[in-house]
Nanobody, 126 residues
Framework: QVQLVESGGGSVQAGGSLRLSCAAS????????LGWFRQAPGKEREGVAS????????YYADSVKGRFTISQDNAKNTVYLLMNSLKPEDSAMYYC???????????????????WGQGTQVTVSA
């Protein structure tokens, strides 16, 4: 059974940094895309970044390009999201998700993913 466990959330001031982790288990880690999503109260869940674990193919939402970096540690079956220059509008619950395979021409949306973690809260104060 696929399990995704997020960690690393917290509260920071604007301009600060956080690194989120998503530990994956229960499936063959390779050949899956893992993604980060976020959802603020009253808003839809939106994609932040994704990575295809077999080839390091990455996508980013325009709102985080240049500030966030997604990476992985294959030995630990873990994907990271390094978030720099955080803004109050980055505040949300952040979720990790997994889907088999990858998409060549676009970042996967929440409808493409099959498995989800429980989330970790990120709060950025002005």
């Amino acid at each position: 059974q696929v399990q995704l466990v997020e960690s690393g959330g917290g509260s920071v001031q604007a301009g600060g940094s956080l690194r989120l982790s998503c530990a994956a288990s229960g499936y063959t880690y390779a050949r899956y895309t893992l993604g980060w999503f976020r959802q603020a109260p009253g808003k839809e869940r939106e994609g932040v970044a994704s990575i295809y674990t077999s080839r390091d193919i990455t996508y980013y939402a325009d709102s985080v390009k240049g500030r966030f970096t997604i990476s992985q540690d294959n030995a630990k079956n873990t994907v990271y999201l390094l978030m720099n220059s955080l803004k109050p509008e980055d505040s949300a619950m952040y979720y990790c998700a997994a889907m088999r395979g990858f998409l060549r021409d676009r970042m996967p949306t929440r409808h493409d993913y099959n498995y989800w973690g429980q989330g970790t809260q990120v709060t950025v104060s002005a």
